[in-house]
């Protein structure tokens, strides 16, 4: 059954080395039939924001980046649980 994945992305974790692996993610959970979404990050608060605006409309959603990556999106989702 596919799902609807949100990828969010913080382009500057990892020193700029996650940018492939993510794009790698992308591309094989496509190819399995998913929907992805993916968006990146571009300043404190976007992981949040995004995960606000879009969060309640996937089944899942993949944190790409560092611990304040997470916690943004954990702190900016409706129903963490659900997620």
Do not use: Y
């Not at 020193?15 to 992308?26: I, K, S, W």
């Not at 992805?36 to 571009?42: N, S």
């Amino acid at each position: 059954m596919p799902l609807e994945i949100l990828i969010i992305a913080n382009p500057a974790a990892g020193r700029g080395h996650g940018c492939r692996q993510v794009d790698q993610l992308t591309r094989r959970l496509e190819a399995a039939g998913h929907r992805v979404d993916l968006a990146h990050t571009g300043s404190r608060g976007d992981a949040r924001k995004l995960a606000a605006e879009r969060g309640d409309n996937t089944d899942r959603i993949v944190a790409a980046g560092g611990d304040g990556t997470i916690n943004e999106i954990v702190n900016g989702l409706t129903d963490p649980g659900r997620v």
